[in-house]
């Protein structure tokens, strides 16, 4: 099945533990995303990679990293959490970043809750 | 600059009347449009997508919605709402930005309750 995982799916931490949220996808697509939505803010893009080695700031990139070593994966990660970043994140993959029209396929969401 | 503006945050309907949601955006090119459906507690869901063939496009569901360049909108309609369509909606712009090839946008979300 053609699908975009996240893991974990619920997140409790406190300030400044690192953690990771990873995404994998098995559609070989080019283009992968992270995305964090806030209430009355909607989706606010992070981070988004057009391809394995390739990653550029979205629009509310601070406080996050991302790698992208390989096509299928791209995590997200928190060096230094804090409760700003309590948010619910998505993960997005399409088939090619220059193709306007492309779908974006989603993940299911991680809940972060940063104490 | 790009945009997108759902012009309601909220919209109740009873069960069996029509559903309208809002869309308007601003763009530089020729811009695909996208409907997202979030239902509580689960991801995004593609309800439908324009891309420069008919203006008129159906998604799943029953819903559909018309691009109207003049307008700059992209409404999405459904003619009889049903319980299951409560939820969370997205409306999306898909543009080409300059040196970074493509990139969406994303509008506040418009939540939608069926009253019984």
């Known amino acids: 099945e053609a699908q975009v995982t996240q893991n974990p799916r619920y997140l409790i931490t406190v300030t400044g533990k690192k953690l990771t949220v990873t995404c994998s996808q098995n559609?070989?697509?080019?283009?992968m995303s992270w995305y964090r939505q806030d209430p009355g803010l909607g989706l606010r893009q992070i981070y988004y990679?057009?391809?394995?080695?390739?990653?550029d700031k979205g629009d509310v990139p601070e406080g996050y990293k991302v790698s992208r070593k390989e096509k299928r994966n791209f995590p997200l990660i928190l060096e230094s959490p804090s409760p700003n970043q309590t948010s619910l994140y998505f993960c997005?993959?399409?088939?090619?970043?220059?193709?306007?029209?492309?779908?974006?396929?989603f993940g299911p969401g991680t809940r972060l809750l940063v104490l | 600059a790009q945009s997108v503006t759902q012009l309601d945050s909220h919209v109740s309907v009873s069960e069996g009347t029509p559903v309208l949601l809002r869309c308007n955006y601003s763009?530089?090119?020729?811009?695909?449009l996208f409907w997202y459906v979030q239902h509580p507690n689960k991801g995004l869901q593609l309800l439908l997508k324009?891309?420069?063939?008919?203006?008129l496009v159906k998604g799943i569901n029953g819903f559909e919605a018309e691009f109207k360049k003049s307008e700059t909108s992209f409404h999405l309609t459904k003619p009889s709402a049903h319980m299951s369509d409560a939820a969370e909606y997205f409306c999306?712009?898909?543009?080409?930005?300059?040196?970074?090839?493509?990139?969406?946008?994303f509008g506040t979300g418009t939540s939608l309750t069926v009253i019984p």
């Open positions: 997005a993959s399409s088939r090619r970043h220059r193709e306007v029209g492309e779908t974006q396929y």
């Open positions: 990679s057009m391809n394995v080695e390739v990653t």
């Open positions: 763009s530089s090119y020729s811009p695909s």
């Open positions: 999306v712009v898909s543009d080409r930005v300059k040196d970074t090839g493509n990139q969406f946008y």
């Open positions: 324009y891309t420069s063939a008919a203006t």
């Open positions: 559609m070989n697509h080019e283009y």
